[in-house]
């Protein structure tokens, strides 16, 4: 927005860094991608090498979620998952301690009514040493889809522990709405305010449907789309389906015009205000404009391009498996949908992206096939184990009694072992000691059965733990042994 635009300006004359970027509608490979993308304005060049100098070889493995070379400097530990996030919060604090005391640095993120829990997560990790460092926030949203997002919460927590200061930017007053309209239309103040709401967005756009000589007062962004060119018009349709920001090769691929051709829509587009250059190609002037070009194109053709978006996306964005889910999910093709959502919650998994990973997990159910297999038994015990990261219960506690009967139908041993051994650890650590014992009871005995010495064996450990008989771990311990002998032959 024009507003961060200015701020970022007063602080590059004041001497401090800028870091910004934007959350986006469209998922991206890394639920942190904001975050990486305002980093890498300083991880690089001289300043990496002064960053690298203030952390542990630890810290920065730590850190290869936002910034993958450094993957390779240290190998670290296994930890449960809840502890590894910690361990990359810590790390990421380090980092932001780093930077701060080489410069002040800012950093500024917009259209977070769009962000991950992953992201909010970190940032909430790092305001409780904004005060004691060189470190500043500008977290920018709209009301009320930020009270749809994961962040609402931590939003009204900040500001419950006096964090945040929250500066709210209210719709243009009648005064106000009559200083940027030219003198011929202040008159008609009234009725633009009307119009509008004071939303200085839309008052553009009627000013410049005005300019073109149309009626200022219709549906604005439609009426001014009907009128571009043909080509113009299917480019920008094609540029809706990819979302708010456009890349420009994945774009040219799916819009299937030649590459003067496509060229010249671009400038008609930029024009005409629909689209503004960026990086890696064009972003949508405003998110309105995206939304209302979205919701008018026709279904079947909707998703054709969705589906050339996932299957472009391969050579692309391979790695950015949520959004080849969300293409295929949105053109409807939900056995691939289904598969690339299982990968992308396993994928989220290791970007410490556990809220995401729910979801992701959660979607592929929902659109694979509801009948017993091995894929869906598989997923839920995914499932089941993120439940206990988010400590959503009661849909762990679902999926585990579907795994279990799925597993039961397909009577597969290896299944139906490991679909106990996690209902019987589940139903230990939610007290339902009698119901653990049941159940670690029937998988040690199916594990018994094909000799399985390491399900064995973590049966018996569990077992001890729910100290339900007094079980020896003399038995376990030989069973180890001859595991790891055969092991080495």
């Given amino acids: 927005s024009r507003l961060l635009r200015e701020v970022i300006a007063g602080m590059l004359w004041r001497g401090a860094t800028a870091l910004n970027s934007s959350a986006t509608e469209q998922p991206a490979a890394s639920p942190l991608l904001p975050l990486v993308e305002a980093l890498s304005e300083v991880l690089t060049g001289p300043r990496l090498a002064q960053v690298e100098a203030f952390l542990s070889a630890q810290s920065l493995a730590w850190l290869a979620p936002i ?10 530990p296994e930890f449960p998952p809840a502890q590894a ?9 380090e980092l932001f301690q780093a930077l701060a005391r080489l410069k002040p640095h800012i950093l500024i993120l917009d259209d977070l009514h769009w962000a991950d829990p992953a992201l909010w997560a970190a940032l909430d990790a790092l305001t409780p040493v904004l005060p004691q460092n060189r470190l500043l926030f500008l977290l920018a949203y709209r009301r009320p889809e930020i009270e749809q997002n994961a ?25 106000e709405v009559a200083q940027i309209l030219p003198s011929e239309l202040q008159p008609e103040t009234r009725q633009v305010l009307a119009s509008t709401g004071g939303n200085p967005f839309f008052i553009t756009e009627m000013l410049v449907t005005l300019a073109e000589g149309h009626d200022p007062y219709g549906n604005t962004i439609l009426a001014r789309a009907e009128r571009l060119p043909q080509t113009a018009r299917s480019a920008l349709e094609a540029a809706a389906v990819l979302g708010t920001d ?10 299937s015009l030649p590459a003067h051709i496509l060229a010249e829509a671009s400038e008609q587009l930029e024009d005409g205000y629909f689209l503004q250059a960026s990086r890696n190609g064009y972003t949508f002037s405003h998110d309105l404009v995206h939304t209302t070009i979205y919701d008018q194109i026709k279904p079947a053709r909707r998703r054709q391009l969705h589906r050339q978006v996932a299957d472009s996306l391969t050579r692309f964005e391979a790695d950015n498996l949520r959004a080849r889910a969300f293409h295929l999910d949105r053109a409807r093709a939900y056995a691939e949908a289904a598969a690339m959502y299982r990968q992308a919650g396993e994928q989220g998994l290791a970007h410490f992206a556990f809220k995401e990973a729910h979801a992701a997990f959660d979607r592929a159910l929902a659109l694979m096939a509801s009948t017993p297999s091995s894929e869906r038994v598989e997923t839920l015990l995914a499932l089941v184990r993120v439940c206990d ?38 139903a230990a650590q939610t007290g339902q000691v009698e119901s653990a014992a049941v159940h670690l009871n029937e998988a040690l005995a199916l594990a018994r059965h094909p000799g399985d010495d390491l399900q064995q064996i973590e049966a018996y450990f569990l077992l ?4 339900a008989g007094g ?10 042994k001859r595991h790891s002998s055969k092991r080495k032959r």
């Fill in 464 to 467: 001890g733990d729910l100290a």
């Fill in 67 to 76: 910034y993958e070379p450094w993957r390779t400097r240290a190998d670290l």
């Fill in 471 to 480: 079980v020896s771990l003399t038995k376990p311990e030989r069973i180890l």
């Fill in 151 to 175: 962040g609402w919460e931590t939003l009204r927590q900040w500001d419950r522990q006096g964090t945040i200061k929250i500066i709210t930017l209210n719709p243009l007053d009648e005064p």
């Fill in 389 to 426: 990261i988010t400590g959503d219960r009661t849909r762990q506690q679902t999926a585990l009694a579907e795994a279990l009967h799925a597993a039961r139908h397909l009577a597969d041993r290896v299944l139906m072992t490991q679909t106990l051994l996690l209902f019987g650890q589940v």
């Fill in 85 to 93: 996030r910690q361990r990359f919060h810590q790390a990421l604090i």
């Fill in 246 to 255: 456009v890349p420009y090769q994945l774009w040219a691929t799916i819009a």
